[in-house]
């Protein structure tokens, strides 16, 4: 029952989706949900790790970058039709993501995350001293003149990445709801007690970090095509990890569509700022917002409903 | 190209910037070495206390170095309070790893952000007569400009390490990370360490804010520059081990400055984070750290 | 006692959340407005590292509307901004331009500062087929080839070459002709570009090339650099560089007794006041880019008026006091929007285009003529060098004789002291 309901939504926001590239024609509302989709799927992806076993990636604007110039050295070089380049780019970073995951048996704790911000760091400074990406001075990225079925071609990128972030949706759900999840808690609760109960931690682990690379990879994929114009100070830009972050965060960390949640809300907050108020009060707002939640509301939004719906189901019993 | 003058110069330089860096990640090596909180907004802190030295200087007068000094009250402070916060957010209820990190990635965006609103996001600097002079000995140069800051530094650094071994609440400090036990048995009260701890910590940013401004211009986004870097360095120097943190800042200022002057300075910071990289995948608690 | 004041405090978060949504909606809601304004619309950097520029330029741009609507609007409407901030992000400017053409319906679009910042909005632009002025991007046109694209920077019609050609010439007239160069570059856009084009004129010259390096953005100690380059021993020492690696780099060279006969070049930052002030004295002999210093032969019509009030709407705002560098520019390029909207009597972007195209404007800046590609038709990228710099006084570089005009040879106000140091 429960199942059906998740997919018909899934059905249901791909074909609205799709209705409207067909029936709005303002472009701004496309740029403008494309990048919250786009923090959507960090947030997924981030949350898959970071929620499920509590290992904290400090690094995911490198696993971003990494699909992005991925993208920009495959177009370059082969100019191959985008959705290959994607999966392209995708299973780079979940490469990455897997080689991340072996650093996982080593390190625990801060020294996993600090090690997830050197793996970026030195990325950054290889693609800063690539010539051929583009250096320290950025590249250009042309965007095809067709757009397959759609009128223009920022629809195109944003049915694509409303694509990816419902397939990330739905893998991480699978991966919380499955005895997988269960394995991935009992990483989070204690893993040395998980390995003695006979868990296959490492493989949980593994399986964890790669498919957070492979999201985080197809997240930035797009954003060569998206921004026309990249360079390693936007590609790695800070504000990509601490989005990142702060939506499982503000979203609640513990379930599957905590961060859908956080992401929506804090997308769509920032990107209302942008337009709104245009001044050094959008950054405040992440920062109020995630200090706030975090301090007064530790499960996020989701925790809050809950709190509400016992007390709601308290009353009614009282 | 290469020349002895000029090894034994570029050393010279990584000498007196890794001392420097030391002074930057000496209060965080406190708070996320031993006391486990991962306070990843110091270095923002540190910006502060570059302000602060702005202000004070540009208006006053007074020597930078002063200045950091004089506030590192005001600064320890700053750090009890954060403390007390931090400790009734997330300690108290034992989620302080996550949401802890969390808390301060959000305090740094605050910080910076009120620092541009308050003072824009010109490049400020300070002035002292030392500044662009150079103390000559034989072949090797001294700038002031590095000098100062490097032996302000040692001194702030040797200060510590002195504190944490030699005094009580030092000493106590030191047990928070390695032995609650022996806490108990010495008869401290466990917040009250970590509150006072957590005021050094932030203290030292005072000084090593004053020390910054000196060596480069500061508008409010440099801290970030230095996330990487000092989190490299405390790693390195073993979590906590104030002077395995010292060293660590010295290897990683010699090799900075010896790459910079003999290979693309452009591939200095890589080298930094290969070397912690390699570390922790050879010997996590770092290599000047307790095996 | 204790529950209750956590539950209200909870309602209280929901009701937050309700409240983002609502003004969400009202964001995604067009915008009812009485159309009679003529709205221009940019998306500026207001905050992140170019925002010092972007403010002032923002500046600059609002005493340019404020003077226009006082003397009647454009084609009979009053002017009105829609701006918003990119935050100096690259990523946030698509965004912003849709909004402003889709459902800000701007009539006009002006663009952001950098070059970083202008690019990303270029297809959208394109679609559309409007003119875009645009402010201090280095070579953008090079990829797009958009012919209703006009750069007031005055680099030049080859923007990367131009920036450097007056160093070099200048360079080469004296005697004995200097041999050998030292080039440094720190690690992003415009010091690279810069730097490449200097690389090229060496080349071309025949200099030999002793020290080739780039620095990291933002590095804390350029001393080892500095050292290194005073080891390579070159006659000439051209540096690309930000605000922070320029101000370090001035020091090291004093520091280090750097014994080159030219120092100087693509140094972002000696521009302003703040850092002019810092670095005092150790600014002397120095030669370097600049695009207005307050030298008799630059006294263009309304510039002094300019400043003057851009002196006033500065104060207290954080943002260079003076605004000699590039505000003037900002009030330019809407200027050349604005006279030639007036000309064509209405709002046709390829009428728009081809007047700009034809027209030798009278501007803040001199008199404006752009090539087939959208830049200057001739450069004027001033080489000036420091001279007679007193310690700790700001005032002094409001003031002509200390950033003396030795490039181009149009607006010349000085001979060259060489070498730099006596």
Known sequence: MKLDKFWISVVVVLVAGFAFTKLVDNEFYFFATYVVLQGLVMAVAWNILGGFTGYVNFGSAGFFALGAYTMVALNKAFGLPLPVMVLIAGTLSGLLGLGVGYISLRLKGVYFAIATLAIALVLETVVNNSHYLGGAAGTYVIQPKESFIFDNYIELLFMFMLLIAVVATAVSRYLSASRLGMGLAAVRDDEVAAECMGVPTLKLKLISTTTMGIFMGLAGSLFPFFVTFVDPVSAFSLLIAVNSIAMPMIGGTAVWYGPVIGALVLGVVQETATVTISSELNLLIVGVMLVGFITMAPRGIVGLYEDYKAKRKGQNNG | MFTPELL??????????????????????????????????????????????????????????????????????????????????????????????????????????????????????????????????????????????????????????????????????????????????????????????????????????????????????????????????????????????????????????????????????????????????IRPQGIFGRA | MKTTRKISFRNWMLTGVLATGLAVSSVFAPVAKAADPLKIGFSMALTGPLAGAGKAALIAMQIWKDDVNKAGGLLGRQVEFVYYDDATSPSKVPGIYTKLLNVDKVDLVVSSYGTNEISPAMPIVMRKGLVFMSLFGLAVNDKFNYDRYFQIMPAGPIPKDDWSRGFFKLAMEQSPAPKTIALLSEDADFALSAVAGARRHAKRIGLKVVYDRTFPFGSPDVTSVMRAIKAANADLVYIGSYPGGSVGLVKAANELGLKAKMFGGGMVGLQFAGIQKNLGPLLNGIVNYDFWVPEKTLNFPGVNAFLKKYQVAAKGKGVDPFGHYLPPFAYAYLQILGDAVTAVGNLDQKKIAEYIHKTTFSTVVGNVKFAKNGEWATTRTLQVQFRDVAPNDIGQFNKPGKRIVLYPDSVKSGAIQYPFRK
């Open chain 2, 8 to 281: 034994l110069n570029a050393v010279v330089a990584g000498l007196m910037l890794g001392s420097f860096y030391a002074a930057v990640a000496l209060g965080l090596s406190i708070t996320f070495g031993q006391l486990d909180i991962v306070n990843i907004a110091h270095p923002t802190f540190v910006i502060l206390g570059s302000f602060v030295a702005y202000i004070i200087n540009e208006n006053f007068g007074l020597d930078p170095v002063l200045i950091g000094v004089l506030f590192m009250p005001i600064f320890y402070f700053i750090g009890t309070t954060l403390y007390r916060v931090y400790y009734a957010s997330f300690e108290r209820t034992g989620q302080e790893s996550l949401s802890g990190l969390a808390f301060f990635f959000g305090l740094m965006f605050i910080i910076e952000v009120v620092l541009i609103l308050t003072f824009g996001v010109d490049y400020r600097l300070v002035e002292a007569d030392y500044i662009g002079q150079t103390l000559h000995l034989g072949p090797l140069d001294f700038p002031y400009r590095m000098l100062v800051p490097a032996i302000a530094a040692c001194i702030v650094t040797g200060a510590v390490v002195l504190y944490m071994n030699k005094t009580f609440m030092g000493k106590a400090i030191l047990a928070v990370s390695q032995d609650r036990l022996a806490l108990q048995l010495m008869g401290a009260n466990p917040l009250q360490v970590k509150r006072i701890a957590l005021g050094i910590a932030i203290a030292t940013a005072a000084l090593a804010g004053a020390l910054l401004i000196i060596i480069q211009p500061v508008e409010p986004s440099v801290g970030r520059m230095y996330i990487g870097r000092i989190f490299a360095i405390v790693v390195l120097g073993g979590m906590g081990s104030i002077s395995g943190t010292f060293l660590a800042a010295i290897l990683i200022g010699v090799v900075e400055s010896i790459i910079s002057t003999f290979y693309g300075p452009s591939w200095a910071p890589a080298v930094g984070f290969g070397i912690l990289l390699l570390t922790l995948a």
